[in-house]
């Protein structure tokens, strides 16, 4: 089993910046597409970010040019860059793997999940 731990979250301003982590442990991920999610309060689960294990990256129109996904093989960390944070980007972020490694933003796709880590942005 793979277990996935994030951390960074917090309460920023709008306009700020914060780097999300997701710590893998249990088996090397390497070969895992990874894939970062947010819910807020009242609403459903939405796709972030994704990445495979070679590179390609898909985004949330939305989060285009704001956000960043990255990963670091040898530390089997990936990673969610947040700048021009926006009140509506405030809620649960989680950090997901799935085996397959698929590039997509369906929840469904993904078998491992993190506990996740709470982004608030104030206006």
């Known amino acids: 089993q793979v277990q996935l731990v994030e951390s960074g979250g917090g309460s920023v301003q709008v306009g700020g910046s914060l780097r999300l982590s997701c710590a893998a442990s249990?088996?090397?991920?390497?070969?895992?597409?990874m894939g970062w999610f947010r819910q807020a309060p009242g609403k459903e689960r939405e796709g972030v970010a994704a990445?495979?294990?070679?590179?390609?990256?898909r985004y949330a129109d939305s989060m285009k040019g704001r956000f960043t996904i990255s990963r670091d093989n040898t530390q089997n960390t990936a990673y969610l860059d947040m700048d021009s944070l926006q009140p509506e980007d405030t809620g649960m972020y989680y950090c997901?793997?799935?085996?397959?490694?698929?590039?997509?933003?369906?929840?469904?796709?993904?078998?491992?999940w993190g506990q996740g880590t709470q982004v608030t942005v104030s206006s």
């Open positions: 249990g088996k090397t991920v390497g070969r895992y597409s």
């Open positions: 990445m495979t294990s070679y590179g390609r990256t």
């Open positions: 997901a793997a799935n085996g397959w490694d698929v590039l997509t933003m369906s929840g469904s796709s993904y078998n491992y």
